[in-house]
Structures are given as structure tokens and as C-alpha cells.
């Protein structure tokens, strides 16, 4: 191996030097993506949703600093737009990997939206005019704002069109694939909330107000619906009490049999929230252990109970079914004092069935390598390290020629 | 319109620092909400509150500005390392510099952190401004001076 | 001077009514220093850059005033793109908000918008009479990196920048590399002997002739920013200075030992994790019965915090002895198992499958370890049966936190870091763990956080990969300091003669950017300009005005306040 420092400026080096395919734009792949184009790579950024940002912006706050989970997504997503050395394909997936004798393809399958966000430029006619309400802003926390037409509710009808100052819409958009010629591929697509159906004593689906984790956080998000107000989804105002399941889906053989790691946390973390908006609901988390390790976990658990009230039940519900005079039924044991009850619950936040947003399990095959919570359960921390960690595995594996690029 | 204010009370004036994070996307969500405000605020953007100097909110109150609202991101979550912290002290030790001059620091309106989301930013503004209503108006008597050609 | 030129977005009609754009252009013609104002429908579109770069080049002027909407929208890349065509100077273009801050907003107060449109462009044409660039300073990056510790994190770091090609400096207190992972006889999950796992990453130290490594050696002094630390060394050769570009604190955790609990020290048999790990080296841990007590001084008043590696550390060991021996008895008395994860429950899962007894305690109900010379056996109340058992015992193993490496007080001094209320190093934000507040210094392993080495090695890693965006360049730009694409808004200036020493902006700079110096007999302030993030705090402790932000001085400002209810008071 010959030490040759590649002392002028990177990119030069990284003339003639194949592309990195990132899966993923979340906080994984962001960081992935930044930390290879700083060290002058080509990156292709993937990302199966219309906008950047991963789970993370679909989060209100961060643990433990309580910090908006939006503000440091946002510095990072727009120093990405602004480097010119990524390219990112936004409503597209890869449909195959294959390592071949040339070097690796990838194949990207691209819907390119109805509304072209480089011409959009928010001025909402096009919500206006569509009788069918498919055309609403692309969300809150995205910038540059730019407004977007659901598939799957609009019929084509071409009012929209007509109205838009900028011909940004074109509803005859069609599927666009190419393929790309790789150095390797990094699959950090993340999470997905597995279907709750094969558990039917968890309710869901019976009630309204039974939700998973990341239904409530969008519910109670400050920037959403309710302006960060606590109110119950079925109607009548705020809840006297809310009950987070822990593990509903992880641990749990005929689901997701190992621990999704983030749950605990971020029930502690919507609990807090929930107890500094209203200090009048009760909130009790059901857990099987109170995994708080990491920076701060365990003092901020401390705060939530000791300050702001939440309180801590060790056992799994067996039943959560909706009772007929309103709320909700949830019959547990609490096996630190062996009673066995059935409380009534205004509301039931389901936390734990969070599985891999790609393929069956973790990880990932040759040519690619897995990182954050696509590899393993991790939390927004570990998904950055394990970004740059993996960005930095694949750069020495080129220059060792244990990749072939 | 603000129903509060009819046509012969002028809205007070409000001149607003707000940092170019958490506040700035406040006002900025504000603006695509399309929440109603009265025109009578003016913005300017700084990278940090911190960046507001005591001597720039006692002349915007010089310049004609009923009430000044200085507004970052909050505490715990300033990406500049703390640095508002800084600034909500020396904001609050100036409303004490105040009230000592008659100015009251009930014009001075402080938001870290609670002007940032969806309709937060319109609120925070709407309570300041019903909060000024009440009190006259400081351009009034400084009018004379703002008058001058020197002065612009 | 030549002049502004000012252009007008109608936006497709976003803008007016509410806002008067006929007579707002106007009002602004009218004004001094305005060279030319342009009405457009759009200033955002791909085909309009080429028209508005037209324009300004034919009106004559040298400045550009954007009238428009949010800065968050697409016009905020135009911006950056304009000052390009401004010789960079990015003082030279202003956005003035008047769809989401003004027509927006005030669309039943079409005259009251108007009025606060006109004062909003005028605060802008007199904000950029004012407002100028900082200078910029332009460092040669020193193309080679300081590593402070040769444990898992610190081997992974050098070893894979120097893999990237460049030379490392490995500074390592201890005579050798291996960090705790030495004193193990073996680390999880992966089972791997301690010595194996070390293996690859030692040979690198010794074979690779980009890492250098320094041993029984501290870091003395740090001076100097990202792209050139100057470092003293101090070891009993002497002292050794070099310049390095980054710098990677990894300088691990300690160990505590629980004086005074479960009477540790006063009877026989009783062990830490640790002294365990050195009997399993030795082929001495085996014991007919064994019970592991969890969370010693860790989750407790004193240590408030969950140490990660120890529940997966018992397990281990748990399984070891029982592989060892399946007629010996293992418990493991805890209050959770933290294995969060996929891997480490499948562990879990292993262990219980194995044959290691696992029994819950309340922190208010800790077990009790009785015994006359030696442990004899552990008294504990199971907290989900409801029943105090009492479990003989030949051994009893307290499972103790890391703390903080009593090194990193010192470190956080010379680098002018933040530790936080345990002692570890505070990196700078969330989805940034492994930067600190100062740009060029990294974090990574348990000097972070304690973790295991699995972990460290991939913050290592990443560290290095954080550490490479700097030494890949020949030079960085104190006005690319930032994370935002268009680089930092500009550094803080200290206007020479009027600086009276009184040390307020050092004390508040975040940073550490300012310094005392002295000059021609007097101490005077001066702002370091890669180091300085421009928050502008400075700007507001300073007495006399001294230090300003070019891109946001005090005149700047006071044009921008004077002139703001112009308008409005006119109406």
C-alpha cells in the first residue's frame, strides 16, 4: 500500500473514480452523502419519499436535548442541495443491485412528481382549483417550499394545470429508470412501522385513539394539525391519560423478535412533552426494561418521572380493547407488585414495531453496506456515526482494492 | 385586521430581531399560513440573538418603535452553542435599564423558542401587540425628531 | 459609487395587490443610490438568472436588492449565485421578504402593506450602504492528524486515516495501544478473544508508516484552528512540537472501583467486571456459583447514568462460565437489561438459553451480600415473584459504570471545550456527534460517552472520515467555516486604537475565538478568524463598539432601525 497522500484538492483526485449509491435520505444517509462528497466523491442519493430528511423530520423534538428535531436536519439537507457533488434522485428506489464483471449497476426507478419543485413556487392555485383536494403543500418543515398532487386521489383532470403561473404540472409525468454504473452501494434506508394486525391484542385499528408512536408524534407535533395541542383523536377535547406500550411488536416472536433500542426513549420523550403542554394528563409508560443508555438517557427518565410526573409500570399489557361508553380498556399486570388491572385510558400509544424499511431483516448483501437503523436499531446519534463510519469503510476499501470500482 | 384595532387607533409599532433559525422559520411558517397580521411590524433578521445589541433596542424605541420584540431560538437549543443564553440575560437586565427610564420593559417582549411553529409566531405577536394597545404611543412625542431630514 | 438595482418580484401575482408594485417601484426609484428598478414575474426560474444577470449588468450598478419571497424559498439560491456575479462579495445582494412577510400577512391592509414594503427595501438600501465583507483569511491546511489515545476508538481513527493516506500522530499515555480492551479476556458480542480483536489494529501502529506513535506521552499545549493545531507533547524524552490539520480526542474512560458497596474490599471474593476479565485471562474465574450484581454506583444520586457496556459485559461473562462449567450456577441480579438492539437481545436471549438466572431488584431494595471472610451468599428480593430469595454464592461480581477519563478536564482547558456534568466531552449537536464546538477537533469512543468497543471503533471511524473533509484539502477558508453551503455570515472585527482590553468578548465567545494579546504595551482584543462562527455575541458585550461583524455593523443596523416606520409614520 503505498502512502500516497492525495494532498491537492480532492476532487480532482476523484476524476474518473465511479459514483457511491446511498439508500436513503435520512439522518444515515445524510451524513454518509456529506462526509463522501467532502472527501470528493460523487454520491447518488436515493430516496423513496418526495422529500429528504428520513424519520427524523418526521419528528417533533429530539431526545435528550429536546431540541426541534426540524432545525439541524434542515442546515445539513441544504448543504447537500447546495454540493455539487451529489445527485439526488427524491421518489425513486433501486430496483436491482448487481455486481458484475464491468463494476456494479444499480437500477433507479424515478416517479418524478406532477409538480416540478425547481418551477413550483407555493403560490397554492393549484389547491384551490382541485375539486378533489389532492394537492396540498408538500409539508411543513420542507424548504424550498413546494406543493404536491397525490397519485392515488387525483383523476387527471387538468384543472390544476390551467391554473399554474409557472407551468410547473404535468400530469402525464412517466416512470423514468436508469442505470448507474457504481463503486458501492450504502443501503441506510431506515425504518418503517411494521403492521400491527398479526398482534391483535394491542387494538389497533379498533379506536382511534390507539396509535402508534409516530402517529401520535405527528398527532401532537407543534408544527401539525393541532398546533401541538393534546387532544384526543375521537373528539372531546384532551385526555385525562394517555398509556405508552413499550414492545408492542418488538420482543416479541411473532413479530419483530429483538428490541427496536429507540422506543423507550422516545416514549419517555413524548411523555415529557406532553406533561410540559398539559401537566394535567396522566401519562404512564408500560415497559418490559427502561433501556436508557446513551448520552443523558438515563437523567432525562430521572426528569420525567421525578419532575415531570410520568409515571412507570413494569408489564405488557395482555388487552387493549375499546370500551362501549368511550376510552379505552387496557388490562396489565404490573409484575413489580404482582396486581393484575384494568384501567381505563383515553388514549394508547403503541411503541416498539418498528422493522426495517428494506428487505426482511438487517443489513445488507455485497456490493453494499448497511448502516443506521437499516443495519441495526439505532437512534439518530448512532445513524450519524454510522454514516461517516461506513463512508469511511468504503473509501479505504477502494484505495485497498478490496472493492472493485 | 385585528378586530381589536378599528380604523382610527393606529396598530402599535413593533420592530422585531428574530434570529434567522427558530424565529425566522416561526414568521416564515406564519407568512405561509397566511395568518392576518397588522401591518404596523417591521423584521429584521440576525444571525443569532445574541447579535442584538442593547443599543439597537433603545433606538429602535428612538426611532419611533412602540415596542421591540427580540425573538431566538430556545434555550438549550441555540445552534451557536448557548450563546442565547447570553442573551436573554442582557435582555432581561435591560428591561430593568427600562423601567428605570420610563420606557417600561413591558415593551420589551422576549420569545426563545415559543414563536416557531405553525401558528406560534401570529399568536406571540397578536398577545404583544394587545399588550402595546393600551399604552401610548412613544412615536407621538418623538415624531418632531423623525421629522427631521437629518434624522432619515 | 455606482449604485443599487433593485428587482421586484410580482411573483405571478402572489404579491399584489395587497402590495402596490407600481408605486412601490416608484417610491424606490426615487431613491439615492438607486440605479434601476426592475418589475419581474418571477426571479426564481431557471430561465430568468440570465435576464437578471443582463440587467444588472447594463443598469451600471454594482449592488442587487431582491424584493421577493422568503429567503427559505428557491430566491434564496439565486442570492448566492448573484454575489458570484458581484466578485463574491456577498454584502453586495439583499433579500427582502414581501410575500410570507408582508403580502401574505397583511392582505386586509392593502395601504399598510404597501407602506411597510416601501420601509422594508429602504432599511435594505440603507443597511447596504453600510454593510461590507469581512476580509477573509485563507489557511494552508496541514495534511496530517493528532490522535489523543490508542484505545479502540483511538487505533480505528489512526488507522483508518492513515488507510486514507495520510500521517497520524498516535499520542498514548500508556506505554502501548489497546485501551480497556487490553485488560479483557474477551468482548462482545462477537465472543472474539480481547488479544485477537487488538490484533489488527496493533500491527497497523507498528506496520504502517503513515501512524506515528507516541507512548507514555501527553498533550501539554494546544493552540491554533482547524487546518493548523500547534501541539506540544510532553514525555519523559522531552517535548515534541508539531502542527497537525485535526485533532481526535479519544481518550476513553476510567474505571471506578465501589469502595464501601456490597462490601467490596472487606470480603474475600467479591470482584469488579474488571478483575474478573483479568481471572478469565489467567483461566482463574471459574467458581461453582457466581452471582453478578448490576448497576453498581451507576444509576444511582451519584452517577446518574446507564454506562452501556456492563449488562452486555455480565452476560458475556455469564455465558463463559456457564460454557466453562454447565453445572455452574449463574445469576445475574439487575434492575433492567439493557441490551437494546438487535444484536445485543439476541445475546440477552443466548444467555437465557444457556442457562444464566436472571433476577429483577428495585433500586429502592438493592440485594445484600453477607459472608464471614469470604462472600458466603447474596440476600435478594425478586421483585416480579414478590419473594426474597437467597442465592449461595462463591463469588459475587459488581458490574460498575466507566466515568470520565480523569485526562479530559485538562484536554477540555487547552481545546476550549465543554465537558459535561460526568466529564465526558459535549459534541456540538444532534445529527453532529462527533464534532465539538471547535471545527477540526473530534470526539469518538467512551472519552464521548461510554460504549463499547465495537462501538468506539465505528465513531473512530467516523471521526477520522469527519477529520478527512479537512486534511483532503490544500486550504480552507475561514468564510467556509460553517455548515450552511454559502459558509459562514463573516467573522467578527476588532477595529485597532479603540479596543480597551476589558476581556468581555473573550469571556463570552462561545468559541474561544477572541484573545487578549498584547500590543504596543497594552493587552488589546483579537477575534480569530477560523475560529470565530460569527453569533455576533461579541458585538453585544463590547463597551465602545469595537468589535462589529462587517456583515452586520452598527451603522448597518442603525440605517436599517432609522429608517424603519418611515413609511408607516408618513401614512
New interface residues.
Given amino acids: ?1 503505498t ?8 476532487r480532482q483526485t476523484a476524476v474518473g473514480a465511479l459514483p457511491i449509491l446511498i439508500e436513503g435520505g435520512g ?1 444515515a444517509g ?2 454518509a452523502s456529506l ?1 463522501l462528497a ?3 466523491r460523487s454520491v447518488h442519493l436515493i430516496e423513496r419519499t418526495a422529500v429528504l430528511g428520513g424519520q ?1 423530520l418526521r419528528l417533533d423534538k ?1 431526545y435528550p ?5 426540524f ?3 434542515w ?2 439537507i ?2 447537500l ?3 455539487p457533488g451529489i445527485t439526488v434522485h427524491l421518489s425513486s428506489v433501486i430496483a436491482s443491485l448487481e455486481a458484475s464483471a464491468e463494476g456494479n449497476l444499480a437500477t433507479i426507478v424515478t416517479k418524478p412528481p406532477f409538480i416540478a419543485p ?2 413550483c ?3 397554492g392555485r393549484c389547491a384551490e382549483a382541485c375539486p378533489l383536494g389532492a394537492a396540498r ?1 408538500l409539508g ?1 418543515h420542507i ?3 413546494s406543493f404536491r398532487i397525490d397519485e392515488k386521489i387525483c383523476d387527471r383532470c387538468g384543472r390544476c394545470v390551467g391554473v399554474c ?2 407551468a410547473a404540472i404535468d400530469l402525464a409525468r412517466q416512470e423514468e429508470r436508469k442505470t448507474l454504473k457504481i463503486a458501492k452501494a450504502i443501503r441506510a434506508a431506515g425504518f418503517v412501522e411494521a403492521d400491527l394486525k398479526p398482534l391483535p391484542e394491542f387494538g389497533y385499528g379498533l379506536h382511534p385513539d390507539i396509535m402508534t408512536s409516530l402517529e401520535f408524534e405527528a398527532w401532537t ?4 394539525q393541532n ?2 395541542r393534546i387532544v384526543r383523536k375521537s373528539g372531546g377535547g384532551s385526555p385525562a391519560n394517555i398509556a405508552f406500550i413499550q414492545c408492542s411488536g418488538a ?1 416479541d416472536k411473532r413479530l419483530l ?5 429507540v422506543c ?1 426513549m422516545h416514549a419517555l420523550k413524548q411523555s415529557s412533552w406532553v406533561k410540559r403542554r398539559d401537566a394535567g394528563i396522566d401519562c404512564w409508560i408500560f415497559y418490559t ?11 432525562y427518565s ?1 426528569r420525567a418521572v421525578d419532575e415531570a410526573g410520568v409515571r412507570l409500570v ?1 408489564g405488557r399489557p395482555g388487552l387493549i380493547y375499546p370500551l362501549p361508553g368511550g376510552g379505552i380498556a387496557v388490562k396489565y399486570e404490573d ?4 396486581k393484575r388491572e384494568i384501567r381505563r385510558f383515553d388514549m394508547v400509544v403503541l411503541n416498539g414495531n418498528l422493522r426495517p424499511s428494506v428487505g426482511d431483516g ?1 443489513g445488507a448483501e455485497p456490493p453494499a453496506d448497511a448502516c443506521g437503523f437499516a443495519a ?3 437512534d ?3 445513524s ?6 461506513t ?3 468504503v ?2 476499501g477502494e ?2 482494492g478490496s472493492c472493485r470500482a | 385586521m385585528n378586530s381589536q384595532m378599528t380604523d382610527k387607533t393606529p396598530s402599535p409599532r413593533v420592530l422585531v430581531f428574530a434570529c434567522r ?2 424565529a425566522l ?1 416561526g414568521a416564515d ?1 406564519a407568512g ?1 399560513g397566511k395568518a392576518e397580521l397588522p401591518a404596523s411590524f417591521r423584521l429584521i433578521p440576525v444571525e443569532c440573538a445574541s447579535m442584538v445589541e442593547p443599543d439597537s433596542v433603545l433606538r429602535a424605541f428612538a426611532s419611533g418603535a412602540d415596542g421591540v420584540a427580540v425573538m431566538g ?2 434555550l ?2 441555540c ?1 451557536f452553542n448557548d450563546a442565547n443564553h447570553v442573551a436573554v440575560k442582557r435582555m432581561e437586565a435591560l428591561g430593568d435599564l427600562l423601567d428605570t427610564v420610563g420606557i417600561g420593559r413591558r415593551r420589551l417582549l422576549l420569545s426563545f423558542g415559543t414563536a ?5 409566531f401570529a399568536e406571540v405577536l397578536e398577545a404583544f401587540f394587545r399588550e402595546l394597545a393600551p399604552l401610548s404611543s412613544l412615536a407621538a412625542w418623538q415624531k418632531p425628531l423623525l421629522n427631521q431630514p437629518s434624522f432619515r | 459609487m455606482p449604485g443599487v438595482i433593485a428587482f421586484l418580484c410580482r ?4 404579491i399584489e395587490p395587497t402590495v402596490d408594485l407600481p408605486a412601490l417601484r416608484e417610491r424606490i426609484g426615487r431613491e439615492e443610490g438607486v440605479a434601476a428598478v426592475e418589475l419581474r ?2 426571479l ?3 430561465e430568468d438568472r440570465a435576464a437578471i444577470l443582463k440587467a444588472f449588468e447594463e443598469s451600471g450598478a454594482d449592488r442587487i436588492l431582491l424584493a421577493a ?1 422568503s429567503p ?3 430566491v ?2 439565486v442570492v ?1 449565485k448573484l454575489s458570484a456575479a458581484c466578485g463574491n462579495d456577498r454584502s453586495r445582494v439583499r433579500l427582502i421578504d414581501i410575500r410570507e412577510g408582508c403580502a401574505w400577512i397583511h392582505r386586509g391592509d392593502p395601504a399598510g402593506a404597501t407602506a411597510k414594503a416601501c420601509d422594508l427595501m429602504r432599511m435594505g438600501l440603507g443597511f447596504m450602504r453600510h454593510g461590507k465583507q469581512s476580509a477573509d483569511a485563507v489557511v494552508s491546511v496541514r ?1 496530517e492528524c493528532l490522535v489523543v489515545g490508542a484505545g479502540s476508538a483511538g487505533l480505528a481513527a489512526a488507522g ?1 486515516i ?6 497520524v500522530h498516535l499520542v498514548e499515555r500508556g506505554a502501548a495501544g489497546g485501551g480497556m480492551v487490553k485488560l479483557l479476556s474477551h468482548v462482545y458480542p462477537t465472543d472474539a478473544g480481547a488479544e485477537e480483536r487488538l490484533a489488527p489494529y496493533l500491527e497497523a501502529i507498528a506496520e504502517n ?2 501512524i506515528t506513535f507516541h507512548g507514555k506521552t501527553r498533550v501539554a499545549a494546544a493552540t491554533g484552528y482547524a487546518g493548523d493545531f500547534k501541539i506540544r507533547l510532553a514525555s519523559e524524552k522531552g517535548e515534541k512540537n508539531l502542527r497537525v490539520g485535526t485533532v481526535i480526542l479519544a481518550t476513553g474512560a476510567g474505571v471506578w472501583l465501589p469502595r464501601g458497596l456490597y462490601r467490596y474490599g472487606e470480603l474475600k471474593e467479591i470482584l469488579t467486571l474488571m478483575e474478573l476479565e483479568r481471572r478469565q485471562r489467567e483461566g482463574k474465574a471459574a467458581a461453582k456459583r457466581t452471582v453478578f450484581i448490576q448497576c453498581v454506583g451507576a ?1 444511582c444520586p451519584e452517577r ?3 454506562a ?1 457496556i456492563c449488562c452486555p459485559s455480565s452476560i458475556k461473562n455469564a455465558v463463559l462460565l456457564r460454557k466453562a462449567d454447565p453445572d455452574a450456577e449463574v445469576t445475574i441480579l439487575h434492575r ?11 445475546y440477552y436471549r443466548s444467555a437465557l438459553e444457556a442457562g444464566v438466572r436472571f433476577i429483577r431488584f ?1 433500586e429502592a431494595q438493592p440485594p445484600v451480600v453477607l459472608g464471614e471472610g469470604r462472600v458466603g451468599r447474596v440476600e435478594v428480593f425478586d ?4 419473594l426474597t430469595r437467597e442465592i449461595e454464592a462463591d463469588q459475587v461480581i459488581l458490574s460498575t459504570p466507566l466515568v470520565a477519563n480523569a485526562d479530559n478536564a485538562k484536554l477540555a482547558e487547552l481545546f476550549h471545550l465543554p465537558l ?1 456534568g460526568y466529564g ?1 466531552f459535549r ?1 456540538d ?6 464534532e465539538t464546538r471547535q471545527a477540526g477537533v473530534f470526539i469518538c469512543g467512551s472519552a ?2 461510554p460504549v463499547a468497543s465495537g ?1 468506539a471503533v ?9 477529520a ?2 479537512i486534511l ?3 486550504e480552507i477558508s475561514a468564510l467556509s467555516m460553517s ?4 459558509g459562514k455570515l463573516g467573522h467578527a472585527r476588532i477595529e485597532d486604537g479603540s479596543c480597551s482590553g476589558c476581556g468581555n468578548c473573550v469571556a463570552v465567545c462561545p468559541y474561544g475565538a477572541c484573545a487578549l494579546q498584547p500590543v504596543g504595551g497594552v493587552f488589546v482584543s483579537r477575534a480569530n478568524k477560523m475560529r470565530c462562527r460569527a453569533c455576533g455575541s461579541c458585538t453585544s458585550v463590547c463597551p465602545n463598539g469595537t468589535v462589529q461583524m462587517p456583515e452586520h455593523n452598527a451603522r448597518a443596523v442603525g440605517a436599517m432601525i432609522r429608517r424603519a416606520f418611515a413609511e408607516g409614520d408618513a401614512r
Fill in positions: 500500500m502512502p500516497e497522500t492525495p494532498l491537492d484538492n480532492p439522518a445524510i451524513s462526509d467532502a472527501a470528493g427524523v429530539l436535548t429536546d431540541h426541534c428535531a432545525c439541524p436536519l442546515t445539513d441544504r448543504r442541495q447546495g454540493e425547481e418551477r413556487i407555493s403560490c403543500p411543513e424548504y424550498p417550499p403561473p409557472t407535533a407543534e408544527a401539525g398546533g401541538g420482543r423478535p429483538w428490541c427496536s433500542a423507550c426494561d427502561l433501556r436508557t443508555v446513551g448520552r443523558d438517557y438515563y437523567a430521572q413494569r409484575t413489580l407488585t404482582q438487517y441495526e436499531p439505532a439518530v446519534a448512532q450519524a456515526c454510522q454514516g461517516s463510519s463512508a469511511m469503510k473509501l479505504i484505495r485497498e | 433559525w427558530c422559520v411558517a405561509r431560538c430556545h438549550g437549543g445552534r416557531h411553529e405553525g401558528r406560534q | 411573483c405571478c401575482g402572489e414575474d418571477t426564481c426560474l431557471p419571497c427559505y424559498g428557491k434564496g439560491n448566492a495534511p483508518s492513515a488507510r486514507a493516506g495520510y500521517p508508516p503513515l444509576r446518574p447514568y446507564c452501556t433492567d437489561i439493557m441490551t437494546p438492539g438487535h444484536i445485543l437481545e439476541r428495585a421483585a416480579i415473584s414478590g459535561d465526558f459534541e449537536y444532534p445529527l453532529h456527534p462527533l464521548r460517552w462501538e465505528t465513531q473512530g471511524e467516523g471521526a477520522a472520515m469527519k478527512l473533509s483532503g484539502r490544500k455548515r450552511l453551503p454559502e
